[in-house]
């Protein structure tokens, strides 16, 4: 292990990583401008970590970003210890420049390397974190195709707001997904029909109050496979021409499992034979295409370390040859999930997952990028910390016909299959039930037993993100929805045991019981369930229908004006099947914070919506305070015109009872009315969501004359 460490460079500068920082902010150049001369020069390195892959899921509305783990060493101990954090910040460019997305981070630790039972390297250890996303989305005719950038940095976090920001260990990725369309609307459909009947069409006028009501509609289905041929008929120049045994695939598919007799085959290549299809030349070229990636290719395969999903990346790679456009049609992307938990070369099938796909004309140099996912299901293979567990998973990517379910080494026609390692995480020393999450913070980062508040430098269990975005080593209260999670055992559902989710205010007895719906998930369908709504309870569900282990939802806003802000408890009963008692978790305290920031804005140079001069100082008084504060942003609008904004312009002081600000405007800015706007943020979880908090505003105004 000595020699295995000597070979390993920059371990030294690893392990005293913190202590080299505090030394010489610039020991690794990473900063341009500094007084600090720099020692070495490591800006962005991956030897011991490398940003592989970003996709995006459509259907979830999450990014994601996967990471290797190369080295054995490196990461700051141990299983057994808190480790280090490999941090990824997610940006996203509609085409106007780069929009924070959010932070996301996983544990990482020192782990032997270790050849498996096929006599492989168990390194690189693959790692996939996925963030939220608020997607923008446009109709099914302007697809959605923006750039998303991720920055993998090993134990600090990258700067909010900072998308060129140089690491020292880790790299940054920017791939193009695509953003599922807005609903479709009443005038959509309308204008469909004009397109259909090949005329000119107007709106009838008592339907005019309904042409941008969106319309809930299934997706469109399939196209024939006739339309579909004359859709491919007509290539436009410069594209590669979709071929019949591309677009034909799924019928002729179809044909081969389903052991057709002569005549039926005959049959069938006449009906093909009526659309241009020569039934000889497709079954040809289908037998020499196992394996093609030339429409699609999975290209990374993990596992999420924070909700223990196997997650894998595909990239689209051409404008056409899916089976028709995000308004008519499309194809379907399938991904089998093999697992080899045990180590002993025996794959079990883990269970497949779609996501669907279109032509796209305007499809950016380097695709599109994808990802799918389904729970890992790891609870049973979960040893202690002492011992490490590495699994193998493969990941089978076939177009518009399932994989395979029984035979893990079939290849698709179209599509690839890929292999990685992924550590298991050690189980947890308790293994009662308990609950897991609260406010989508790890009940293990809140002080449950004291003062209900997030631990400093708490994390979201979901992403790895901070709860406190501005501060991640403040503490926080809770607001709004306060989800609450527990990874149930599947005996409690096949038994037939239930619970429900008290709540009391700490210091009275007066327990009431949480009966609001809230959603569960297989994967694909949303659920919402509401708990009987005079006892509270409700039924265990198999994890199959409940992926994520969300047991209920708390609407702490809608207690009484007295209670919002208070220091309340919650905790879990579970009964049988016949109400009996079966016991309960202990209470979990949470405080609660439900009022936004007080806020105040005015102008005192002058005063309120006065007038003043190209080139004056406007100098005012500001004020934002709360318990909880979070933080605070002035800006000068509109800005469209480009004025300056104010000084300060943001912060993130705990308090701010008074402070100034002041505006000096530009000789040359353009004469108009002008608002000044203060935004305040507390730091609550609000929603069990990152980046939600309670929030106030202020503004003023004032007019700007020519000198």
Partial sequence: MTEQRDKIRYLEERTNFNKLLVQNPNYFGTLAESSFPAVLDVKGNTGFEELTCVGFNPLLDQVEATVAIKLPDGYGGDLCSPGSTEYVRFYVDYGAGWQDVGLASFNAHDIPDSTDCADGRTKPLTYVVV?????????????????????????????????????????????????????????????????????????????????????????????????????????????EPVKAHRYAFSEIQQALISNLSPEEILQKSSELAEIGINWTDVIGALQDNKGNVGYEQLTCLGLDYNQEWLNATFVIKRPTGYSGTLCRGGSTEYVSFWVDYDDDCKWRYHGTVSLPVYDIASIPADGLHYWVGLPAELEKFKKDCDSPRIGRIRAVLSWNTPPSTTNPDDVPYWGNRLDTHIEIKPRRRNQDFEIDVIGGINVAQIDVAGGGLTQPFAQFAAWGSPADGYVPSRQCPFGGMVDVHADAPSSYSASGNRYRIAVRKVGTVAVEYVQTAFPTSNGVVTTMRTPDPITGYHDFLPVSQNIYNNLGWWYTSSLAAGDQDALWELRIEIVDAFLNPQGSTAWHRVQLDNTAPDVSLAISAGGDCKDFNQGDTITGDFSATDLYFGHFEMRTLPTSLGPPNPTPSSGTTDALPESTWSLTMPPAASPCGYVVELEAWDRAVVGSWPGSHNYNRDDTGFCLRKK
């Fill in 131 to 239: 963030y939220p996303l608020d997607s923008n989305r446009d109709i099914c005719k302007k697809p959605v195709l923006p750039k998303v950038r991720a920055i993998l940095s090993w134990q600090v976090a990258p700067p909010a707001g900072s998308p060129n920001w140089p690491q020292i260990w880790g790299n940054s990725i920017d791939r193009h997904v695509q953003i599922k369309p807005k609903r479709r609307r009443f005038i959509d459909i309308f204008d469909d029909i004009a397109l259909g009947s090949g005329q000119t069409l107007n709106l009838p006028d008592d339907f005019a109050h309904l042409s941008l009501e969106p319309l809930d509609l299934p997706d469109p289905p399939p196209l024939p496979l006739k339309k579909l041929a004359a859709h491919y008929s007509k290539t436009p120049e410069g594209l």
